[in-house]
C-alpha cells in the first residue's frame, strides 16, 4: 500500500474541493468536501480495481458470488480510508484545514440496502473477504428507495422514504454496456430443431438490468472486490411523439412497470408476503447475475461452459435467490445444449446455500400459479427438478411415501424455495450450532435423511474493521499500546486472548473504564442533541437494538423495566445501580404488534424520564432510525447487551458479536450464537436466564404453557399487565393487544414464563456492576471469546 504523504494530499484535497465547488476552497461546505473527499479516495482505489479486475478475468483462482437480495453495507468513506491505511492523514490534514471530519463523514447517505441481520451479513462477509485477499462479490439490487427512515411522533414510528440518492452516490460505477435482457411472462413454444426439442419462450415482457458496481476494498492489501447492483430500467425509450395517445399511455406504464422492480426494498424482515413484485425482484437479479458470469467464464474458457463449477461458487443468502436453481439449469439445458444429467451436476456442484430463519412465517412459497404466469420456462424446469427428485425418492424410500410428499418443491398449490435451494445444493447451512441442530432436527429433518452430509454449521461472523477497530478508535489503541496490533490483522483476532493476563491488571482496567466512559458520553452527548434527553454517563447503559419482532421480546424489557418503576416508586429508599435503558430498532410497517412494543417503551420513557422522583436513576431512550451509522455509536457505549430471544428462535444474532467486541457483557437466553458466546467467555462471564430451546420446544409440544398461571402467582406482574390496560404510563391510550397476547393468546414466546429468571438475572448483574473491580475483570474477558467471531 502506498503510503499518503500529507503535503500532497492537503494540495490535491484543496484543488478537488474547488472543482467540486467551483468556488473557493475558503468558500466550500462540508457537502463539497465530503465529494472532493470520495473523489479522490475513488481515484485510488478504481486504479487497483481495475488491476483486480483483470486478474479476476483470468480465473486462476475459484470464485465466489455472493446472491443477495440485501446489502446492508453501511457508509463507506470512512472505512476505505481505513482499508488504504489512509486513517493518520486524512484525519490529521483536515483538522489542520479548521474541517471537521465527523461533520463531512455525516454527509454520507448511510445506503439502506437490507432490513437487518441477512443484509448486514453480507455486508461483513464481502469484507472479510476483501480483507483475505479472497475473490468473492456480491450480486444483488440496486433499489432506488431503501430501508424506510424512522421517525417517532407522538411515541409511535412513521416510516419516512428513503430517497439515499438524491445527491448522487460517489461509490458506485454504472456499467451501461454490461446491461442484459431479463424476459418476463409471455409463453414457452417448442420446436424440432435438427432432431433436438427446443423451448422458445416468446411474447415475454423484457426488462433492461443495468449493472452499477461498488468496489470493496480489502484491508491493507491490494484487493478490490465488486459488489454489483442491479438497476431495472424500460428496455428502450419509446420515441414517444410518434404514439397515439392510448400508445403514449401504454408505454408509459411498461416504463413504469419496469422501473417498479427496483423501486423499493420489501420492509419485511422474517415475514413471507407473497407479493408478485417481489418475485419479480428475485428473478431479476438471479437472471441478470448468472447471465453475467456465464459470459464471463465462457469468454475465458473459449466460448465453453465445461469445468463452470470447479471455478464459480454461486452462493445464495436466505431462499430469496433460490432461482439460481433452475435458471442455470435452463441457461445450461436451453442456452448451451447440455443434457439434463449433465447440468443438474454442474449445477448442484455450483450451488450452496445459508437458511437464516426457523420462524414458519418466513419460510417462502410462491403459488404455483403465480410463478407459471410470471417466469413459465423457469418453472417448467422447476417442475422437471421436482418430478426427478419425487421419482428418485419413491425409487429408494418406497416405504416413505409420506416423507417423499413431505420434501417435494411442488405440494399444496405452492412452490417451496427452501425444498428448491437444498434438492439444488451441495451445501445447506445453519448461521449457528444450535440454528443448524434444529434445521438437522426440527426444520428441514425430511432432508437431513435423505442428504446428511449436505448440512452444516457456519457460526455467523463480524467486521472487526467495522465495528471495532472503525467505531471504537479510542479502545483499539488502547489495545494496540497493550498487546501491540497483530489482532488488527485479517483473521487474527483471537490474538486478543493476549488480554486475558490484563483482566487482573488494575492500571488497564482502569483505562479499559475510561474509555467506555468516553464513549457513553458520546451516545449520551447525540442523544441530548437529537432528542433532548440527559443521561447518566454514570449509569450502567443497558441496551437492546434490533429490529422489532415478537421472538425478540423487546417487551420482556419493557415489562421489567415498569416493574422496576414500580418497585423504586414503592420503595424510593432503595438500594438501586442506576440504570439506563436505550433501545433502538424498526418494525415492519404492517406489523402492528412491533408497532405496538415501540409505542410502549416510548410511553414509558415519557413517564420515568419526566418522573423526577426517579430521575438520575432510571431513564429510558429509544433511538430514532437504527440503522448501521447509528449502530457504530451505539455499540461501544454498551456496558450490558440484551440478547434476550424465545430459545431456539434467533438463528445466531450478530449484535450480540458487535457488543462483545467492544466489551460489553451479553445478559441473554441460550440462543443462537449466545451459546457458543457462553461457551467462549465461561458461565461466570455471562448472565444467562429463561427457558431452553428443549424446554421451549416441550411446552409447544402440548399446546405451549398456561400464562395464567404465571400472572395469578406474581403480584409483579399482575401490576404490570394491568398498568398496560388502565392508562397508568399512558393517560390517553392502553395496551389492549399486547395483554391479550399474554394473557387471551396465552404467549406464544414466553414472556412471562421467562420473566422471573430475567429478573433475578438483571439484579444479579447489579450487583457485580456495584463491585466496579469485579466489573472491570469482566469486561476484560470478554476479550478472549473472540475466537469466536470470525476473521
Ligand atoms: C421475506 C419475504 C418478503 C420480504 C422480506 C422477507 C425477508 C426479509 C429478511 C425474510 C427474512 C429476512 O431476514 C431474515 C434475517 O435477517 N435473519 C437473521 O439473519 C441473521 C444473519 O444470519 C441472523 O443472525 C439472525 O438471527 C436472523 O434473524
Known amino acids: 500500500m502506498k503510503t499518503l504523504e500529507k503535503a500532497s494530499f492537503k494540495k490535491a484535497f484543496i484543488k478537488k474541493v474547488e472543482e467540486v465547488s467551483g468556488e473557493d476552497f475558503s468558500e466550500s461546505t462540508a457537502q463539497h468536501q465530503y465529494e472532493a473527499l470520495s473523489e479522490l479516495v475513488m481515484e485510488e482505489i478504481t486504479a487497483e480495481w481495475a488491476v483486480n479486475n483483470s486478474r479476476l478475468h483470468k480465473m486462476e483462482e475459484k470464485q465466489i458470488y455472493f446472491f443477495s437480495i440485501e446489502f446492508l453495507i453501511g457508509r463507506l468513506l470512512k472505512a476505505y480510508i481505513n482499508n488504504l491505511g489512509w486513517d493518520d492523514v486524512v484525519p490529521e490534514v483536515l483538522c489542520e484545514l479548521g474541517l471537521d471530519y465527523e461533520a463531512i463523514q455525516a454527509k454520507e447517505h448511510d445506503p439502506a440496502l437490507g432490513n437487518g441481520g441477512l443484509g448486514r451479513l453480507m455486508a461483513c462477509f464481502l469484507d472479510s473477504t476483501a480483507a483475505m485477499g479472497f475473490p468473492g462479490h456480491g450480486n444483488g439490487i440496486r433499489y432506488k428507495f431503501g430501508l424506510f427512515e424512522q421517525k417517532i411522533i407522538n411515541n409511535e414510528q412513521v416510516e419516512v422514504a428513503d430517497n439515499w440518492l438524491k445527491n448522487g452516490y460517489p461509490f458506485e460505477i454504472a456499467k451501461p454496456d454490461k446491461s442484459v435482457i431479463v424476459k418476463y411472462k409471455g409463453n414457452v413454444r417448442t420446436e424440432m430443431v435438427n432432431g433436438k426439442l427446443v423451448f422458445i419462450h416468446e411474447n415475454y415482457e423484457p426488462v433492461l438490468a443495468v449493472p452499477y458496481d461498488v468496489p470493496v476494498q480489502g484491508y491493507h492489501n491490494k484487493t478490490v472486490n465488486s459488489l454489483r447492483l442491479w438497476s431495472a430500467q424500460p428496455v428502450e425509450d419509446f420515441d414517444l411523439s410518434t404514439f397515439n395517445q392510448g400508445h403514449f399511455l401504454k408505454a408509459m406504464q411498461r416504463r413504469s412497470e419496469a422501473e417498479a ?87 448442484v456442484k455450483s450451488i450452496s446455500f445459508t437458511n437464516h430463519t426457523v420462524l414458519p412465517e418466513a419460510l417462502e412459497k410462491w403459488p404455483i400459479d403465480m410463478v407459471k404466469e410470471l417466469l413459465p420456462r423457469v418453472y417448467q424446469i422447476i417442475e422437471e427438478i421436482n418430478r426427478r427428485f419425487v421419482n428418485d425418492m419413491n425409487w429408494f424410500y418406497p416405504d416413505q411415501e409420506a416423507r417423499n410428499y413431505s420434501i417435494s418443491i411442488l405440494k399444496d398449490g405452492h412452490v417451496h424455495m427452501a425444498h428448491l435451494a437444498i434438492i439444488g445444493s451441495h451445501s445447506v447451512n445453519g448461521v449457528a450450532e444450535l440454528h443448524s441442530k434444529i434445521l438437522r432436527e426440527e426444520t428441514f429433518k425430511d432432508f437431513y435423511a435423505v442428504f446428511p452430509e449436505r448440512f452444516h454449521s457456519v457460526t455467523n461472523g463480524v467486521t472487526p474493521r467495522r465495528f471495532l477497530m472503525g467505531s471504537n478508535p479510542q479502545l483499539k489503541t488502547l489495545l494496540n499500546e497493550t498487546i501491540g496490533d497483530s489482532w488488527t490483522m485479517p483473521n487474527k483476532l483471537s490474538s486478543l486472548e493476549a488480554l486475558l493476563p490484563y483482566a487482573a491488571d488494575a492500571a488497564f482496567c482502569e483505562k479499559l473504564g475510561a474509555v467506555k466512559r468516553r464513549n457513553k458520553a458520546h451516545l449520551a452527548a447525540y442523544i441530548n442533541k437529537s432528542q433532548g434527553i440527559q443521561l447518566n454517563p454514570d449509569s450502567i447503559f443497558d441496551i437492546q437494538v434490533k429490529r422489532i419482532h415478537e ?47 415501540i409505542r410502549l417503551i416510548n ?81 461466570d462471564n455471562i448472565f444467562t436466564f429463561g427457558l431452553s430451546d428443549v424446554e421451549v420446544a416441550n411446552y409447544n409440544a402440548h399446546g405451549g ?87
Open 261 to 347: 422492480i427496483s423501486q423499493i426494498l420489501y420492509p419485511n424482515d422474517n415475514g413471507f408476503e407473497g407479493k408478485q413484485l417481489r418475485l419479480k425482484q428475485e428473478y431479476f437479479f438471479v437472471c441478470a447475475g448468472l447471465k453475467r458470469i456465464v459470459r464471463r467464464y465462457k469468454k475465458f474458457n473459449h466460448g465453453s461452459m465445461d469445468g463452470f463449477s470447479d471455478k464459480i461458487c454461486i452462493h445464495i443468502n436466505d431462499t430469496h435467490p433460490a432461482l439460481c436453481v433452475p435458471e442455470l439449469m435452463r441457461i445450461l439445458i436451453d442456452e448451451e445444449n447440455y443434457e439434463w444429467d449433465k447440468a443438474w451436476d454442474m449445477t
Open 551 to 597: 421472538y425478540k421480546r423487546q417487551l420482556l424489557n419493557a415489562l421489567h423495566i415498569m416493574y422496576l418503576y414500580n418497585t423504586l416508586k414503592a420503595y424510593p429508599n432503595m438500594d438501586f445501580v442506576p440504570k439506563t435503558y436505550i433501545f433502538a430498532g424498526k418494525a415492519a410497517p404492517s406489523y402492528y404488534y412491533a408497532k405496538e412494543v
Open 603 to 683: 410511553v414509558i420513557a415519557d413517564k420515568v424520564n419526566n418522573d423526577t422522583t426517579v430521575n438520575d436513576r432510571l431513564k429510558v431512550v429509544f433511538v430514532p432510525n437504527f440503522n448501521v451509522s447509528v449502530a457504530e455509536m451505539i455499540y461501544p457505549a454498551a456496558e450490558i447487551s440484551e440478547q434476550i430471544s424465545t430459545a431456539g428462535k434467533e438463528a445466531s444474532g450478530t449484535g450480540n458479536m458487535k457488543f462483545m467486541m467492544n466489551g460489553a457483557i451479553t445478559l441473554g437466553t441460550m440462543d443462537g450464537a449466545n451459546v457458543e458466546i457462553a461457551e467462549a467467555v465461561g458461565m
Open 705 to 791: 404453557y398456561r400464562s395464567l398461571d404465571i400472572y395469578e402467582s406474581d403480584p409483579r406482574i399482575q401490576e404490570v399487565l394491568e398498568q398496560l390496560i388502565n392508562g397508568f404510563f399512558s393517560n390517553t391510550s392502553t395496551f389492549q393487544s399486547i395483554y391479550d397476547s399474554l394473557l387471551i393468546h396465552n404467549d406464544t414466546y414466553f414472556v412471562l414464563k421467562d420473566f422471573a429468571s430475567y429478573a433475578d438475572i438483571h439484579s444479579a448483574s447489579s450487583a457485580v456492576y456495584r463491585d466496579q473491580k469485579k466489573m472491570a475483570a469482566n469486561v476484560g474477558c470478554q476479550y478472549c471469546t473472540l475466537r469466536n467471531v470470525l476473521k
